[in-house]
């Protein structure tokens, strides 16, 4: 896939049709080169058919030759009177001057039995049998071919008559070289005559028109004399049995070398590869020219698509070609009219609100973009409808989009001089007019203000709204987007609790929110990493000076911003869902040390601060009990503070959590009592054990009269009703005596110890220790 996309539309089809011009030609070369080697194959046996036929054609007419010139012979005067006088020496010299007068090789004279009369054949004649005799009285010759140390001989019989039968005469002509050049020739194949032994009965050559190798003597040893073709690696062989015996002795083999017809096959394989080579050469120059007409237009529809892609809105291209890439073109060029319909459709619900047709929140803030770009100056207006929501609720959709649309005609008529006047989300606007000074912006300000809470007649109804109407100076008050869209959010809050007509951003206020989102974030990490520190301030027993118990504190050293008061990181956590997380925090944390300085020795128990959000928690009770599911004392040892004003956001709800603490075990008390709005009624309704005075009243005990007259009296009514008593706050040794004089149950301030962390709390029990006698020594002054 990664080469043909690399080749592209033109060389990808340059390579089919040259790999299919390619293909095609090899199959016809093939089967061209498979034809013609069976053709010459079969061209060959046509050939060693005729040689053969034209073999024992010239036999026969050498034959006919002999056997004319033999005629001669007999008829002869003087050879027939020299065979009648019976004379042996006179036919002897007749017969070989007569003999080689005809060519033969050598001459016998037979008397009419069939005896030899004379002979020029240096050797015993092969047998002439009686049938042969017979045949060539009836036919008036007889013929054989007869193998003669080992050679071949065609031997005619002819019967001399003068008149009556006197002779027989029998005549050997040689199967020579001569006549086997002779078949050659006209043939065109290689001729070779051989003969059967008499003693071995295998076949040798004695006659050859070309040179044998060792390869085709095997080759023809092998063969048998009932194979009359042999088709070996050298030749196209057919052999050819002479005579007309079952077992002939003289055979002749014709040959055609193989070479040379595989000559002639590579001449003309040779002469196909050429012609292929051409038409390829053709093809590709022919692909080419193809390519580059079709490649081009596709080219130029890829280049137009690529414009299209790129959101130009280029020419369509001209294509000559017509049929499928006109087609293309077309639907190209009809794909951009449309997407750019569409564009522009999309581009106006980017930048537009769909109900009042005003710019939405993109537009301002492209504007105010352009508008800082520019360095430019301007004054942003916001106004949000305080009661849209309740109007779509009430009213339904269709009365608040009336609504929407009549306050845009407002916004438009008095401000004609808007960069733009966009609505950036349900009931709020947001306009960007040129800078005013503070005179000439109270003024419009107070003019759109009234213009837009005036009556609004909607469907013949006069219709009133109420605004919340905030203004922001730029780049004065923001020099960026983000820095608007927060500041704007914050007046906006800010806004809202003020009755002026509208507000102006005040600076400031946003470091102060960021820094907000800054702890809320960093709060989250110090909680799951153990950011947060614990320290405990001991509680004593005011009769006897012992340490019975402490209260845990956490704190909070932020890396950057250094101490964060537990008044700011709560009231957060609580805003912004962090205050469970927090609480089953310190409650880990403080079961986790409690266990620790027990082992160590100090015997003391817990008080932990819920938070108002914490009593509507559901996962607090079990909570509190799996945190201190194996707690080394009783459960009373453990005391949960809640603050009056958490008790009073939900009685309700604080009373079924605090009936279930209740039956948990725990001791419950009533912290910061004083501050805030508890009844006598609610306190004594309350599941709750202690009652701690809150420290304002326990600061200045030594000195306020008023404050001693309060003390006092909360000491004596928390002991009536059945309620534990702890003072925070002291300060000095006098407060200490005081409220050990009225009988106050618990105490601690910075006078009997300074909150310290779990490590430091081992040596500040012994401290205390020593300082028994001092804390637990009266002073007749302040007791009853």
């Given at each position: 896939m990664a080469v043909a996309s690399r080749l592209g539309f033109r060389g990808r089809l340059i390579t089919a049709m040259i790999s299919l011009v390619a293909l095609v030609s090899v199959v016809i070369v093939a089967l061209l080169m498979v034809y013609l080697f069976e053709d010459e194959k079969n061209r060959a046996l046509e050939q060693l058919t005729i040689g053969e036929r034209l073999t024992k054609e010239v036999i026969e007419r050498r034959t006919d030759l002999e056997l004319s010139r033999l005629s001669v012979l007999v008829q002869d005067f003087g050879f027939r009177s020299a065979v009648a006088s019976g004379d042996a020496a006179t036919i002897d010299s007749t017969l070989a001057n007569h003999s080689g007068r005809v060519g033969a090789r050598f001459a016998v004279l037979l008397n009419g039995d069939g005896e030899m009369l004379a002979t020029t054949l240096n050797r015993q004649l092969p047998d002439i049998s009686s049938e042969q005799l017979a045949s060539a009285r009836r036919n008036g010759f007889a013929r054989s071919l007869l193998a003669i140390d080992g050679r071949g001989y065609e031997v005619l019989v002819i019967p001399v008559e003068a008149p009556g039968l006197r002779a027989w005469l029998v005549t050997g002509f040689a199967m020579d070289q001569a006549l086997a050049e002779v078949i050659a020739r006209l043939s065109g194949t290689s001729v070779i005559f051989r003969a059967r032994s008499d003693t071995t009965g295998a076949f040798s050559n004695f006659a050859a028109t070309t040179g044998i190798d060792d390869n085709l003597q095997q080759e023809l040893t092998r063969a048998s004399g009932s194979q009359n073709f042999i088709e070996s690696a050298g030749y196209f062989t057919r052999i050819i049995n002479l005579g007309e015996s079952a077992s002939p002795s003289i055979q002749a083999v014709l040959l055609i070398s193989r070479d040379a017809s595989l000559q002639n096959y590579y001449k003309r394989a040779l002469e196909i590869a050429l012609l292929v080579t051409a038409i390829l050469i053709f093809a590709i120059l022919l692909a080419l020219v193809i390519a580059r007409n079709l490649g081009r237009p596709v080219l130029q529809l890829a280049s137009y698509a690529r414009a299209i892609g790129e959101g130009d809105t280029p020419t369509a291209p001209a294509i000559r070609a017509g049929g499928e890439l006109t087609q293309l073109r077309d639907a190209l060029r009809d794909m951009l009219l449309r997407l750019r319909d569409r564009e522009a459709q999309i581009r106006y619900a980017a930048t537009h609100d769909d109900v009042t047709g005003l710019g939405n929140r993109n537009a301002l803030m492209h504007a105010a973009s352009e508008l800082f770009t520019e360095n430019g100056q301007g004054t942003l207006i916001g106004i949000r409808l305080n009661d849209l929501s309740n109007i779509n609720d009430t009213l339904g959709l269709e009365f608040g989009d009336k609504v929407l649309a009549g306050t845009t005609r407002r916004l438009q008529q008095e401000l004609p001089d808007a960069r733009i006047i966009a609505r950036t989300g349900g009931g709020e606007f947001l306009a960007l007019i040129p800078s005013l000074t503070p005179a000439e912006l109270d003024r419009r300000a107070g003019?759109?203000?009234?213009?837009?809470?005036?009556?609004?007649?909607?469907?013949?109804?006069?219709?009133?709204?109420?605004?919340?109407?905030?203004?922001?100076?730029?780049?004065?008050?923001?020099?960026?987007?983000?820095?608007?869209?927060?500041?704007?959010?914050?007046?906006?809050?800010?806004?809202?609790t003020h009755p002026e007509p509208f507000s102006r951003y005040?600076?400031?206020?946003?470091?102060?929110?960021?820094?907000?989102?800054?702890?809320?974030?960093?709060?989250?990490?110090?909680?799951?990493?153990?950011?947060?520190?614990?320290?405990?301030?001991?509680?004593?027993?005011?009769?006897?000076?012992?340490?019975?118990?402490?209260?845990?504190?956490?704190?909070?050293?932020?890396?950057?911003?250094?101490?964060?008061?537990?008044?700011?990181?709560?009231?957060?956590?609580?805003?912004?869902?962090?205050?469970?997380?927090?609480?089953?925090?310190?409650?880990?944390r403080v079961a986790g040390d409690a266990r620790q300085w027990h082992e160590q020795g100090v015997d003391a128990g817990v008080a932990i601060n819920l938070s108002?959000?914490?009593?509507?928690?559901?996962?607090?009770?079990?909570?509190?009990?799996?945190?201190?599911?194996?707690?080394?004392?009783?459960?009373?040892?453990?005391?949960?503070?809640?603050?009056?004003?958490?008790?009073?956001?939900?009685?309700?709800?604080?009373?079924?959590?605090?009936?279930?603490?209740?039956?948990?075990?725990?001791?419950?008390?009533?912290?910061?009592?004083?501050?805030?709005?508890?009844?006598?009624?609610?306190?004594?309704?309350?599941?709750?054990?202690?009652?701690?005075?809150?420290?304002?009243?326990?600061?200045?005990?030594?000195?306020?009269p008023q404050d001693q007259l309060i003390v006092r009296s909360t000491i004596d009514m928390a002991h009536g009703l059945g309620l534990k008593v702890v003072a925070e706050g002291i300060e000095n040794l006098k407060a200490w005596q005081l409220l050990q004089g009225w009988g106050c149950n618990l105490g601690q301030g910075f006078y009997l110890s300074r909150p310290v962390s779990a490590d430091h709390l081992v040596e500040t029990a012994r401290s205390l220790a020593a300082r028994k006698q001092e804390l637990t020594e009266p002073n007749p002054e302040y007791s009853e």
């Amino acid at each position: 896939m990664a080469v043909a996309s690399r080749l592209g539309f033109r060389g990808r089809l340059i390579t089919a049709m040259i790999s299919l011009v390619a293909l095609v030609s090899v199959v016809i070369v093939a089967l061209l080169m498979v034809y013609l080697f069976e053709d010459e194959k079969n061209r060959a046996l046509e050939q060693l058919t005729i040689g053969e036929r034209l073999t024992k054609e010239v036999i026969e007419r050498r034959t006919d030759l002999e056997l004319s010139r033999l005629s001669v012979l007999v008829q002869d005067f003087g050879f027939r009177s020299a065979v009648a006088s019976g004379d042996a020496a006179t036919i002897d010299s007749t017969l070989a001057n007569h003999s080689g007068r005809v060519g033969a090789r050598f001459a016998v004279l037979l008397n009419g039995d069939g005896e030899m009369l004379a002979t020029t054949l240096n050797r015993q004649l092969p047998d002439i049998s009686s049938e042969q005799l017979a045949s060539a009285r009836r036919n008036g010759f007889a013929r054989s071919l007869l193998a003669i140390d080992g050679r071949g001989y065609e031997v005619l019989v002819i019967p001399v008559e003068a008149p009556g039968l006197r002779a027989w005469l029998v005549t050997g002509f040689a199967m020579d070289q001569a006549l086997a050049e002779v078949i050659a020739r006209l043939s065109g194949t290689s001729v070779i005559f051989r003969a059967r032994s008499d003693t071995t009965g295998a076949f040798s050559n004695f006659a050859a028109t070309t040179g044998i190798d060792d390869n085709l003597q095997q080759e023809l040893t092998r063969a048998s004399g009932s194979q009359n073709f042999i088709e070996s690696a050298g030749y196209f062989t057919r052999i050819i049995n002479l005579g007309e015996s079952a077992s002939p002795s003289i055979q002749a083999v014709l040959l055609i070398s193989r070479d040379a017809s595989l000559q002639n096959y590579y001449k003309r394989a040779l002469e196909i590869a050429l012609l292929v080579t051409a038409i390829l050469i053709f093809a590709i120059l022919l692909a080419l020219v193809i390519a580059r007409n079709l490649g081009r237009p596709v080219l130029q529809l890829a280049s137009y698509a690529r414009a299209i892609g790129e959101g130009d809105t280029p020419t369509a291209p001209a294509i000559r070609a017509g049929g499928e890439l006109t087609q293309l073109r077309d639907a190209l060029r009809d794909m951009l009219l449309r997407l750019r319909d569409r564009e522009a459709q999309i581009r106006y619900a980017a930048t537009h609100d769909d109900v009042t047709g005003l710019g939405n929140r993109n537009a301002l803030m492209h504007a105010a973009s352009e508008l800082f770009t520019e360095n430019g100056q301007g004054t942003l207006i916001g106004i949000r409808l305080n009661d849209l929501s309740n109007i779509n609720d009430t009213l339904g959709l269709e009365f608040g989009d009336k609504v929407l649309a009549g306050t845009t005609r407002r916004l438009q008529q008095e401000l004609p001089d808007a960069r733009i006047i966009a609505r950036t989300g349900g009931g709020e606007f947001l306009a960007l007019i040129p800078s005013l000074t503070p005179a000439e912006l109270d003024r419009r300000a107070g003019q759109l203000h009234d213009l837009i809470e005036s009556p609004l007649q909607i469907d013949q109804t006069p219709f009133s709204l109420r605004i919340t109407m905030v203004s922001l100076e730029l780049p004065e008050d923001a020099a960026n987007a983000n820095e608007l869209r927060r500041r704007l959010n914050l007046t906006f809050e800010q806004a809202e609790t003020h009755p002026e007509p509208f507000s102006r951003y005040q600076p400031g206020k946003d470091e102060s929110h960021l820094r907000e989102l800054k702890l809320i974030t960093d709060l989250h990490t110090a909680i799951l990493n153990n950011g947060l520190h614990m320290n405990y301030q001991p509680k004593l027993n005011s009769h006897t000076g012992e340490l019975v118990q402490v209260e845990a504190l956490v704190r909070w050293v932020h890396p950057e911003l250094g101490f964060i008061s537990p008044e700011e990181f709560i009231f957060l956590a609580e805003q912004s869902g962090q205050i469970h997380d927090l609480t089953a925090h310190i409650l880990q944390r403080v079961a986790g040390d409690a266990r620790q300085w027990h082992e160590q020795g100090v015997d003391a128990g817990v008080a932990i601060n819920l938070s108002a959000m914490d009593l509507t928690w559901p996962a607090l009770i079990p909570h509190i009990a799996d945190t201190f599911h194996n707690w080394h004392h009783k459960m009373e040892r453990i005391t949960l503070e809640v603050t009056e004003g958490a008790l009073m956001e939900d009685p309700e709800e604080a009373m079924a959590t605090l009936e279930k603490l209740r039956n948990l075990g725990v001791t419950l008390s009533v912290d910061d009592f004083g501050t805030g709005y508890s009844s006598l009624s609610q306190l004594r309704k309350l599941p709750v054990q202690e009652l701690k005075i809150d420290k304002s009243f326990v600061l200045k005990l030594d000195s306020e009269p008023q404050d001693q007259l309060i003390v006092r009296s909360t000491i004596d009514m928390a002991h009536g009703l059945g309620l534990k008593v702890v003072a925070e706050g002291i300060e000095n040794l006098k407060a200490w005596q005081l409220l050990q004089g009225w009988g106050c149950n618990l105490g601690q301030g910075f006078y009997l110890s300074r909150p310290v962390s779990a490590d430091h709390l081992v040596e500040t029990a012994r401290s205390l220790a020593a300082r028994k006698q001092e804390l637990t020594e009266p002073n007749p002054e302040y007791s009853e």
